[in-house]
């Protein structure tokens, strides 16, 4: 009997939280009157700003020449193959018929190029989020131009990291399937190690047991490790004569048996819908496929506001100030190096509605800046450095952190950390250091154990020990991106004297050298580009689309609060 009236009090419980936070749903949020931020560019900085706008206009190059690149896939020959002689779509256009429209978040295009085993263009898969029936989702899409689908280390750190991104932010995954397997020749870097190969389908079946949907698309070759991706999904389409799903293909088996059979017939479409049961949905053509998909992820357990409330969203966005200064000033205030570093409330003002900004201890470590603001409607709690990260300055960025945590607010830091750490000099300098690390060490706590939302933007350096404070890659934010200009290394290329030891032996001359030959190698990995094709971020941003791409990371991380229930009470359904 007691248990009995235990179990209907928390039915009622939960039944009144689902209700409160319908209500919190139609509730207003606070009225805000920050304060505008008046940053116009002074006389006496145009000099740093032009050369700051000639870096950028470079960088800005670099990163069409690289994205031309990306665009192309596995090159004209690779591609011809595809369209022609398997009859297949290119991935790009699978999306454009698959998401509601190409306006999507893409992530990490740059991985993959320049690495010792050669180019791999987008490391031969796209990854992204974008809408489909009007819901966020995370997409992962084999480009089998490249290298004709093959994984190689690079293809499976994306795809970890686009998973790792989907569980964050309880993202549907829906997965583009056209892979020919695992690159042999790196098995030993593909296969054995707990986030490799095989961590893929851990995170699958981990995210559909979260109640995160997995939704797998059979458009291409399944062979091998590829195979798993489908059978493994919730709900899983095949695309009849161009899908098939198979461990090993016809060469396989002649060679094991000396029998001869078609693609078609040892692991077609008819056979796995018909047959094994391993896809629940036969699809003619591509495009019937998409459609399928679209409907799979219209069944999911979201309830997205009403068509009423989304009318008054779009009003209230057309309504949302922009920034009293244009976004374009963003190239002029991306330091080409720390030494040209503007004041970072010119930056702020540059991205936050209206370009308002309620500063927090204004006063006190003025070396970071920390306030609230909103972006496109969305509060935000920033920290940028605007200086070294003193002691000072730390204390103040562990209580912002904190308070943020406490009031649920997301944190977006803007990274631009000095070039290297102060030589310790002196005992009064020894004792300072001391109590700066123990300051440092506060604020790397508060972050790392931060439970809001955090996004991190490196619109400069992102060095040493003060990067893990202002949340780096290490410290596992929602998402970070880099501005082209950004530097990522322990120490900023020309200061490699501070990570030789100060009192060698070493002939003078001998010494430069080295520390020439450490510069030149840090000059060419500290770089974005270098950084993004080793999947150190999320991708490389121009400064001026900066505004969008954090407003799609706020509307992708409040589309949490609208799955109906995230609870998983039995396990999991399985397969036939």
């Given at each position: 009997?007691?248990?009995?009236?235990?179990?209907?009090?928390?039915?009622?419980?939960?039944?009144?939280?689902?209700c409160?936070?319908s209500?919190?749903?139609?509730?207003?949020?606070?009225?805000?009157?920050f304060?505008?931020?008046?940053?116009?560019?002074?006389p006496?900085?145009?000099?740093?700003y032009?050369?700051?706008?000639r870096?950028?206009?470079?960088?800005?190059?670099?990163?069409?020449?690289?994205?031309?690149?990306?665009?192309?896939?596995?090159?004209?020959?690779?591609?011809?193959?595809?369209?022609?002689?398997?009859?297949?779509?290119?991935?790009?256009?699978?999306?454009?018929?698959?998401?509601?429209?190409?306006?999507?978040?893409?992530?990490?295009?740059?991985?993959?190029?320049?690495?010792?085993?050669?180019?791999i263009?987008?490391?031969?898969?796209?990854t992204?989020?974008?809408?489909?029936?009007?819901?966020?989702?995370?997409?992962?899409?084999?480009?089998?131009?490249v290298?004709?689908?093959?994984?190689?280390?690079?293809?499976?750190?994306k795809?970890?990291?686009?998973?790792?991104?989907?569980?964050?932010?309880?993202?549907?995954?829906?997965?583009?399937?056209d892979?020919?397997?695992?690159?042999?020749?790196?098995?030993?870097?593909?296969?054995?190690?707990?986030?490799?190969?095989?961590?893929?389908?851990?995170?699958?079946a981990?995210?559909?047991?979260?109640?995160?949907?997995?939704?797998?698309?059979?458009?291409?070759?399944?062979?091998?490790?590829?195979?798993?991706?489908?059978?493994?999904?919730?709900?899983a389409?095949?695309?009849?004569?161009?899908?098939t799903i198979?461990?090993?293909?016809?060469?396989?088996?002649?060679?094991?048996?000396?029998?001869?059979?078609?693609?078609?017939?040892?692991?077609?479409?008819?056979?796995?819908?018909?047959?094994?049961?391993?896809?629940?949905?036969?699809?003619?053509?591509?495009?019937?496929?998409?459609?399928?998909?679209?409907?799979?992820?219209s069944?999911?357990?979201?309830?997205?506001?009403?068509?009423?409330?989304?009318?008054?969203?779009?009003?209230?966005?057309?309504?949302?100030?922009?920034?009293?200064?244009?976004?374009?000033?963003?190239?002029?205030?991306?330091?080409?190096?720390y030494?040209?570093?503007?004041?970072?409330?010119?930056?702020?003002?540059?991205?936050?509605?209206?370009?308002?900004?309620?500063?927090?201890?204004?006063?006190?470590?003025?070396?970071?800046?920390?306030?609230?603001?909103?972006?496109?409607?969305?509060?935000?709690g920033?920290?940028?450095?605007?200086?070294?990260?003193?002691?000072?300055?730390?204390?103040?960025?562990?209580?912002?952190?904190?308070?943020?945590?406490?009031?649920?607010?997301?944190?977006?830091?803007?990274?631009?950390?000095?070039?290297?750490?102060?030589?310790?000099?002196?005992?009064?300098?020894?004792?300072?250091?001391?109590?700066?690390?123990?300051?440092?060490?506060?604020?790397?706590?508060?972050?790392?154990?931060?439970?809001?939302?955090?996004?991190?933007?490196?619109?400069?350096?992102?060095?040493?020990?003060?990067?893990?404070?202002?949340?780096?890659?290490?410290?596992?934010?929602?998402?970070?991106?880099?501005?082209?200009?950004?530097?990522?290394?322990?120490?900023?290329?020309?200061?490699?004297?501070?990570?030789?030891?100060?009192?060698?032996e070493?002939?003078?001359?001998?010494?430069?050298?080295?520390?020439?030959?450490?510069?030149?190698?840090?000059?060419?990995?500290?770089?974005?580009?270098?950084?993004?094709?080793?999947?150190?971020?999320?991708?490389?941003?121009?400064?001026?689309?900066t505004?969008?791409?954090?407003?799609?990371?706020?509307?992708?991380?409040?589309?949490?609060q609208?799955?109906?229930?995230?609870?998983?009470?039995?396990?999991?359904?399985?397969?036939?």
């Amino acid at each position: 009997m007691f248990r009995c009236m235990l179990r209907l009090a928390e039915q009622r419980w939960q039944c009144s939280v689902r209700c409160m936070s319908s209500a919190a749903r139609r509730r207003r949020a606070l009225r805000s009157a920050f304060q505008v931020l008046e940053q116009p560019l002074q006389p006496n900085n145009q000099h740093v700003y032009e050369a700051n706008l000639r870096n950028s206009i470079a960088c800005r190059n670099k990163y069409i020449e690289l994205i031309e690149k990306v665009r192309k896939g596995g090159g004209e020959n690779a591609i011809a193959r595809h369209t022609q002689r398997n009859r297949k779509l290119m991935v790009r256009e699978r999306l454009r018929l698959l998401l509601d429209d190409e306006d999507f978040l893409e992530l990490s295009p740059f991985a993959g190029l320049g690495l010792p085993y050669g180019d791999i263009p987008s490391a031969g898969c796209l990854t992204g989020i974008g809408r489909i029936s009007g819901l966020w989702c995370m997409f992962i899409a084999n480009d089998a131009t490249v290298k004709g689908g093959t994984a190689y280390p690079i293809t499976v750190k994306k795809q970890l990291r686009a998973q790792e991104i989907a569980i964050q932010n309880r993202l549907p995954c829906v997965y583009l399937v056209d892979s020919g397997g695992a690159f042999l020749p790196l098995q030993s870097e593909i296969f054995p190690d707990k986030n490799q190969g095989g961590r893929t389908f851990y995170n699958e079946a981990i995210m559909s047991a979260m109640k995160i949907a997995q939704v797998s698309v059979v458009c291409g070759s399944c062979t091998a490790g590829g195979a798993y991706i489908p059978t493994m999904a919730e709900e899983a389409v095949m695309v009849h004569r161009i899908g098939t799903i198979f461990l090993g293909g016809p060469p396989l088996v002649k060679a094991a048996t000396g029998e001869e059979v078609s693609a078609e017939d040892l692991g077609g479409a008819r056979l796995h819908a018909e047959v094994s049961g391993c896809v629940d949905h036969f699809a003619w053509e591509e495009k019937e496929a998409y459609d399928y998909t679209r409907n799979i992820v219209s069944t999911l357990n979201f309830q997205l506001p009403e068509e009423e409330e989304e009318e008054d969203e779009e009003r209230k966005r057309k309504a949302e100030e922009e920034p009293l200064y244009s976004s374009e000033d963003l190239l002029g205030l991306a330091p080409k190096s720390y030494n040209y570093s503007l004041d970072v409330k010119m930056v702020i003002s540059r991205l936050t509605d209206g370009s308002r900004f309620q500063e927090f201890k204004a006063l006190y470590g003025t070396t970071l800046i920390t306030g609230f603001a909103k972006i496109h409607g969305h509060l935000v709690g920033i920290v940028a450095n605007d200086g070294e990260l003193s002691y000072p300055a730390t204390l103040k960025g562990s209580h912002f952190v904190q308070l943020c945590d406490q009031r649920d607010i997301p944190l977006l830091f803007l990274q631009n950390t000095a070039p290297t750490t102060a030589l310790t000099l002196s005992t009064t300098q020894a004792e300072m250091n001391t109590n700066h690390l123990k300051a440092q060490g506060s604020m790397m706590s508060a972050v790392a154990c931060a439970s809001v939302p955090k996004i991190t933007v490196v619109i400069g350096g992102c060095h040493g020990a003060d990067s893990f404070a202002m949340c780096g890659r290490a410290f596992d934010p929602n998402f970070l991106f880099l501005w082209p200009n950004a530097r990522v290394s322990i120490t900023a290329p020309g200061h490699a004297g501070s990570l030789l030891p100060p009192d060698s032996e070493q002939e003078e001359e001998k010494k430069t050298q080295e520390e020439d030959k450490l510069n030149r190698r840090l000059e060419e990995e500290s770089s974005a580009f270098f950084s993004s094709s080793r999947l150190w971020d999320d991708g490389v941003i121009l400064p001026q689309d900066t505004r969008k791409v954090l407003r799609d990371c706020l509307d992708i991380i409040k589309q949490q609060q609208y799955q109906m229930s995230t609870e998983k009470l039995q396990p999991p359904l399985l397969r036939i």
